[in-house]
């Protein structure tokens, strides 16, 4: 439900994505012939939550950042089987083939919008249609319920847990970031959309949450990760961070002093590290050349 000022003054380009009967708002900034980055928001928010990083990329990227089914402007299914995971995965691959038809694309994902990126990563798709994949606060949920299947969790009262105290659920639930967004933008945090944005949350959170740490799925991808936690988040419980590894061949992990909404209160940091990660990806990839003596 977060909402920052319209004062872009090089408005995205608007265009719909028309899946299986649904309509996804898309927006596109920069040169559709660069490489594509696309940014998926989480729960109760909007595209718009990456405004500020998408405006920083979009000189170097053909940026794309779309409202999640139930979101913003896109369709709102009324039904809560309709907001699984295995919808939204399917919903970002629908968004990839109408704006990089031709060839993979990186994707960054926060919060839920990560969740939403690490079930694309164990498609079998993604071999083919990924090129990267920047998970911000959110590691892979079916690897995180097998985490909290650990032996030692019970021996810590959930209370003193890293991510799970009560000091941390009260910044998250009284959304500290989203007020200091308010006072830098002077406008507030709040999207129009915002009570149907709550409503697709919840449903979201009613038809994934509960499924996946009862039946978690080990998947695992060949694809590049970056995943990218604040101090606060759940890849702080123990043993979950090796769980997280074993799903990827190549994985890159860091932890930074920061809060939850990294896309509103350290738009540079992240914008820095998706495009210094996707440089680092390349630079690898890179042919070798050699000079004649």
């Not at 959110?138 to 019970?154: Q, T, V």
């Not at 105290?165 to 915002?194: I, K, Q």
């Amino acid at each position: 439900m977060t909402h920052l000022p319209d004062t872009d003054p090089l408005r995205p380009r608007r265009r719909t994505v028309r899946h299986r009967g649904l309509e996804l708002a898309v927006y596109e900034r920069g040169n559709p012939k660069a490489d594509t980055l696309v940014l998926v928001h989480g729960i109760t928010d909007t595209h718009r939550i990456w405004d500020d990083v998408a405006r920083m990329l979009a000189d170097s990227f053909h940026v794309v950042t779309y409202d999640v089914r139930g979101h913003g402007r896109s369709a709102k299914p009324p039904r809560t089987q309709d907001y699984r995971l295995t919808d939204l995965t399917d919903d970002l691959y629908a968004v990839l083939d109408a704006v990089s038809s031709d060839r993979p694309a990186h994707i960054a994902g926060h919060g839920w919008g990560a969740f939403q990126l690490w079930a694309a990563l164990g498609d079998p798709r993604a071999n083919t249609r990924i090129a990267s994949g920047t998970a911000l606060c959110a590691p892979d949920l079916g690897r995180l319920a097998l985490a909290l299947r650990h032996p030692r969790l019970p021996e810590t009262p959930w209370w003193k847990l890293p991510g799970l105290g009560w000091l941390v659920l009260g910044r998250r639930l009284l959304g500290w970031p989203r007020v200091r967004a308010r006072l830098r933008h002077g406008t507030p945090p709040l999207a129009p959309t915002w009570i149907t944005d709550l409503l697709a949350g919840a449903r979201i959170v009613h038809a994934n949450l509960v499924y996946h740490l009862r039946h978690p799925r080990e998947t695992h991808t060949a694809v590049p990760v970056q995943l990218i936690v604040d101090r606060a988040d759940a890849l702080a419980l123990p043993t979950a961070a090796d769980h997280v590894r074993r799903g990827a061949d190549r994985l890159w992990c860091y932890r930074l002093p920061a809060d939850h909404w990294l896309p509103i209160t350290e738009p540079l940091l992240v914008g820095e590290a998706i495009a210094n990660f996707i440089d680092d990806l390349r630079a690898d990839n890179a042919p070798i050349e050699y000079s004649p003596r």
